[in-house]
């Protein structure tokens, strides 16, 4: 949706589904870059503006977009409508800039689709129960369009973005990195939450939920190609159950570059210690990932956790002022030059010696783990982040994620 040229190829792809007999919803996103024009319009008035009138502000940038290519389609001689959110209506919370939907009423886009026409929906905004128009953050627009799916009960949900596909890991990083045919949700959720970029997390928790399956495929390609091919190209994200998917033992390797690491020294050994040193952390707002506490010697013991580089100052700045001397404990270091690299894949649950492999791997590459995390269907490890290149291409070469067989070495 980044120009007119663009919204009428949007227009063309729609309308040769449309001809091919399918019942057509659309959710587009802004136009590029202009909800960050709306916003900073607003941050020009205010250093703090109030979360409602932000909402009004930004969800003019979808309505935009619904119209135009609502008027884009009825050019190419297809009959559409659009809606904003709070026409629908998309019912969400009132949490403001960062709202969840609660539930979608299908009925008016249901009499508007046995009309034959197509209907475009505002995406990443609602409309909470008081009435005022709300926003669900960034990338919203992807978790509207899977929740519109699910509420109206879709066959499947394309979400056209600018890469083809979910990769088994980022190509710029992989030259040889394969494009994944279809994943699990599990493994997508892991996928999102450890730093893939293709899917915003809520909305692959939407599509898990409500199991919807959920296929990424480009926007990139020529809105002519034939119907078929283009069903089937890009990546699937479905039910584990569906398919027998038990073959792929790692599906991918993602990675991670903005955490830091906080360890508070000399922490005395006793119930419910973490519970003082994360409690003010988790207050002040601020989101721990990995934690590991380190053996007790002599009565003390050294924990460690991870956050977001961009929190690491001020969690530094609250266990300084809330925890350090109230629970007598030592110097509080940090690091914020480490990286999160994980191995993703459902075959976990049925094979053994992965994360031997890993680790072996690693240290072959003489790259030291600071701290190590695990799952059902992942393995996580904190590295130097100057060693994450190394660790991700020497990993996905060890799993052989860039063949066709899914062998495990060693």
Same mark, same amino acid.
């Given at each position: 949706?980044?120009?007119?040229?663009?919204?009428?190829?949007?227009?063309?792809?729609?309308?040769?589904?449309?001809?091919?007999?399918?019942?057509?919803?659309?959710?587009?996103?802004?136009?590029?870059?202009?909800?960050?024009?709306?916003?900073?319009?607003?941050?020009?008035?205010?250093?703090?503006?109030?979360?409602?009138?932000?909402?009004?502000?930004?969800?003019?940038?979808?309505?935009? &977009?619904?119209?135009?290519?609502?008027?884009?389609?009825?050019?190419?001689?297809?009959?559409?409508?659009?809606?904003?959110?709070?026409?629908?209506?998309?019912?969400?919370?009132?949490?403001?800039?960062?709202?969840?939907?609660?539930?979608?009423?299908?009925?008016?886009?249901?009499?508007?689709?046995?009309? *034959?026409?197509?209907?475009?929906?505002?995406?990443?905004?609602?409309? &909470?129960?008081?009435?005022?128009?709300?926003?669900?953050?960034?990338?919203?627009?992807?978790?509207?369009?899977?929740?519109?799916?699910?509420?109206?009960?879709? !066959?499947?949900?394309?979400?056209?973005?600018?890469?083809?596909?979910?990769?088994?890991?980022?190509?710029?990083?992989?030259?040889?990195?394969?494009?994944?045919?279809?994943?699990?949700?599990? !493994?997508?959720?892991?996928?999102?939450?450890?730093?893939?970029?293709?899917?915003?997390?809520?909305?692959?928790?939407?599509?898990?939920?409500?199991?919807?399956?959920?296929?990424?495929?480009?926007?990139?390609?020529?809105?002519?190609?034939?119907?078929?091919?283009?069903?089937?190209?890009?990546?699937?994200?479905?039910?584990?159950?569906?398919?027998?998917?038990?073959?792929?033992?790692?599906?991918?390797?993602?990675?991670?570059?903005?955490?830091?690491?906080?360890?508070?020294?000399?922490?005395?050994?006793?119930?419910?210690?973490?519970?003082?040193?994360? *409690?003010?952390?988790?207050?002040?707002?601020?989101?721990?990932?990995?934690?590991?506490?380190?053996? &007790?010697?002599?009565?003390?013991?050294?924990?460690?956790?991870?956050?977001?580089?961009? !929190?690491?100052?001020?969690?530094?700045?609250?266990?300084?002022?809330?925890?350090?001397?109230?629970?007598?404990?030592?110097?509080?270091?940090?690091?914020?030059?480490?990286?999160?690299?994980?191995?993703?894949?459902?075959?976990?649950?049925?094979?053994?010696?992965?994360?031997?492999?890993?680790?072996?791997?690693?240290?072959?590459?003489?790259?030291?783990?600071?701290?190590? &995390?695990?799952?059902?269907?992942?393995?996580?490890?904190?590295?130097?982040?100057?060693?994450?290149?190394?660790?991700?291409?020497?990993?996905?070469?060890?799993?052989?994620? !860039?063949?066709?067989?899914?062998?495990?070495?060693?």
């Amino acid at each position: 949706m980044g120009s007119i040229e663009r919204i009428m190829n949007v227009a063309r792809r729609v309308a040769k589904w449309h001809a091919a007999g399918h019942r057509m919803v659309v959710v587009p996103s802004a136009m590029s870059g202009e909800t960050n024009r709306l916003l900073g319009l607003a941050a020009e008035i205010s250093d703090r503006p109030d979360g409602r009138e932000l909402d009004m502000i930004a969800a003019t940038g979808e309505q935009v &977009s619904v119209g135009l290519l609502a008027l884009a389609l009825k050019q190419v001689g297809v009959d559409a409508i659009s809606f904003a959110g709070w026409q629908v209506p998309v019912r969400t919370d009132a949490a403001h800039t960062k709202a969840r939907i609660s539930a979608i009423d299908g009925e008016r886009v249901h009499r508007e689709l046995d009309a *034959g026409r197509v209907v475009v929906i505002t995406g990443f905004q609602g409309i &909470s129960d008081s009435g005022d128009i709300t926003t669900l953050g960034r990338g919203g627009s992807d978790t509207s369009a899977v929740a519109v799916a699910a509420g109206l009960g879709a !066959e499947e949900c394309l979400i056209f973005t600018d890469v083809d596909g979910v990769y088994t890991t980022d190509p710029r990083v992989v030259p040889e990195a394969r494009r994944l045919p279809r994943i699990t949700f599990e !493994e997508m959720l892991e996928m999102a939450s450890l730093g893939s970029k293709v899917l915003q997390i809520r909305s692959v928790e939407f599509a898990g939920k409500y199991k919807v399956k959920t296929r990424v495929l480009s926007s990139l390609t020529s809105p002519d190609i034939p119907i078929d091919e283009e069903a089937a190209s890009g990546t699937l994200i479905t039910f584990e159950e569906e398919e027998s998917m038990e073959q792929a033992v790692i599906s991918g390797i993602a990675f991670n570059r903005d955490e830091a690491k906080i360890t508070v020294m000399n922490v005395p050994d006793r119930p419910g210690i973490a519970y003082q040193i994360l *409690g003010p952390v988790a207050a002040a707002n601020i989101d721990v990932d990995m934690i590991i506490q380190n053996q &007790s010697v002599n009565g003390t013991t050294d924990f460690s956790f991870t956050v977001h580089r961009n !929190e690491y100052q001020r969690a530094i700045e609250v266990l300084e002022r809330e925890v350090r001397g109230m629970i007598g404990a030592g110097e509080i270091v940090g690091d914020p030059r480490i990286c999160k690299v994980s191995a993703v894949g459902i075959g976990m649950r049925s094979h053994v010696g992965i994360a031997s492999l890993m680790f072996r791997t690693l240290s072959d590459e003489g790259i030291n783990i600071q701290m190590i &995390s695990t799952s059902e269907i992942k393995i996580s490890v904190v590295i130097e982040d100057k060693y994450m290149e190394l660790a991700v291409r020497a990993l996905h070469k060890a799993f052989e994620l !860039e063949e066709s067989g899914d062998k495990i070495a060693g």
